[in-house]
């Protein structure tokens, strides 16, 4: 029996490509979003509405990976429903594989990922976020002082230090800059503002 496989990329040209290329897989019957089983996205849109309910009635969601970092990676599977990342590496005999493996309920990801996976127990997960803590996140990376935050948050700076030190606990970050750094790279699915990419005719 046939994998029904849907691309749903923001990347529209690597969207067509990779449509085009698994489409010729023996194994693999091209589908649309709401009848596939197995569904490829890229990073813009992991946290899109889209993806989050063909993920809750089952569908099995392969990461594209087109440049995500260790650290992104671990938070992205810890916070959506990812079932495997198919690595720029990958041939096309890995490929098949892969599909085969995550429509029969495996899961596909790195040695390494998974041993990182296993050691960060503290990584950030967005349903641990109060409000006011993604309201200092917002103002935090936008170069406000703690200050400037309390200020505009109508709280006391020592307030304000109570919550970035929840940050730095839930985050495993030691500093400032790094916190910064990381929160950065994930506020996208923090604030949940993704575009949707067109949907294939």
């Not at 691309?7 to 019957?29: D, H, M, P, Q, S």
């Not at 985050?171 to 949940?192: D, E, H, M, V």
């Amino acid at each position: 029996m046939k994998v029904k496989v849907e691309v749903y990329l923001y990347n529209k040209i690597l969207r067509e490509a990779l449509r085009e290329f698994i489409g010729r897989f023996e194994t693999v019957e091209l589908s649309n979003i709401e009848e596939c089983s197995l569904l490829f996205v890229d990073k813009p849109v992991i946290g899109e509405k889209t993806v989050e309910r063909t993920a809750e009635r089952g569908v099995r969601i392969l990461l594209v990976d087109t440049g995500i970092s260790e650290e992104e990676a671990v938070f992205l599977v810890k916070n959506f429903h990812i079932a495997g990342i198919v690595y720029p590496e990958t041939d096309t005999e890995l490929l098949k594989k892969c599909i085969e493996r995550v429509s029969l309920g495996e899961n596909w990801f790195k040695r390494e990922l998974l041993s990182v996976i296993s050691r960060r127990k503290e990584t950030l997960s967005i349903s641990q976020l109060t409000e006011k803590e993604k309201k200092v996140i917002d103002l935090l990376i936008r170069g406000k002082t703690n200050k400037e935050i309390g200020k505009e948050m109508g709280l006391a700076e020592q307030t304000i230090k109570y919550y970035l030190n929840q940050l730095f606990k839930k985050t495993g970050c030691s500093n400032r800059t790094a916190l910064i750094s990381f929160l950065s790279k994930i506020y996208p699915y923090i604030k949940g503002q993704k575009q949707k990419p067109e949907t294939t005719p």
